[in-house]
């Protein structure tokens, strides 16, 4: 099964910074898509952003970019000008077409926005 | 915007006990998926349904959850009897194809005690 690593349990960012958040991949399949799912307090799930494997431009949408590593599996997300509301859980999701059309959560990252 | 609807918002019942769970998915996706959530972890899956088939529940605890779509609308999980166990924050979701993601409901927080 494919495996997703967020290897930062938690990080902070200051206010109106840039704050960058991890993700790694495991898989042997090249069509496949890959998320950022934000949970806030409230905890409903909400899409940041996706990317298609097949693209090589990085998603982007609004203050959030991706940095997609194809080769190296890696899937990053920048937020840029941290806004307080960006304080939430940041999961990254891998989607595969060849096992079922299922997602694979990372552990998620806790962020934390400093006024 | 459209959303995916889920009731009770939140469930306290007693160990042994029955409890059930509602999801109605965004008008049109086919495909509706049931997770569950320990609090500080991401979601894993229970049950994956295509229409009114379950496509994969292969993680679903069958000796105490049952999962059914009958018309491939709205779906009820339950659980029976309830453990401590299972304490846990229970998602659904639904999708309209690969490329789109998924759209989550608020959940059902669920304690057992």
């Known amino acids: 099964a494919q495996t997703v690593t967020q290897s930062q349990p938690e990080m902070s960012v200051q206010e109106a910074e840039t704050v960058t958040l991890s993700c790694t991949y495991d898989?042997?399949?090249?069509?496949?898509?890959l998320f950022w799912y934000k949970q806030p307090p409230s905890r409903q799930m909400i899409l940041v952003i996706r990317q298609e494997a097949y693209k090589q431009q990085n998603a982007t949408e609004n203050r959030f970019s991706v940095n997609f590593q194809k080769a190296a599996k890696s899937f990053s997300l920048k937020i840029s000008d941290s806004q307080l509301g960006d304080a939430a859980m940041y999961f990254c999701?891998?989607?595969?077409?060849?096992?079922?059309?299922?997602?694979?959560f990372g552990t998620g990252t806790s962020l934390t926005v400093i006024p | 915007e459209a959303e995916v609807a889920q009731s009770p918002r939140y469930k306290i019942t007693e160990k042994s006990q029955a409890v059930a769970f509602w999801c109605d998915p965004i008008s049109g996706h086919a495909t509706l998926y049931w997770y569950r959530q320990i609090l500080g972890q991401g979601p894993e899956l229970l049950v994956q349904f295509q229409d009114e088939s379950v496509v994969d529940d292969s993680q679903l605890p069958k000796d105490r959850f049952s999962a059914e779509r009958l018309k491939g609308v709205d779906s009820t999980l339950k659980i029976q009897p309830a453990e401590l166990g299972d304490s846990a924050m229970y998602l659904c979701?639904?999708?309209?194809?690969?490329?789109?993601?998924?759209?989550f409901g608020s959940g059902t927080r669920l304690t057992v005690v």
């Open positions: 979701a639904s999708s309209a194809g690969a490329s789109y993601g998924y759209t």
């Open positions: 999701a891998y989607f595969s077409r060849d096992t079922g059309n299922q997602f694979y």
């Open positions: 898989t042997s399949e090249s069509d496949y898509y």
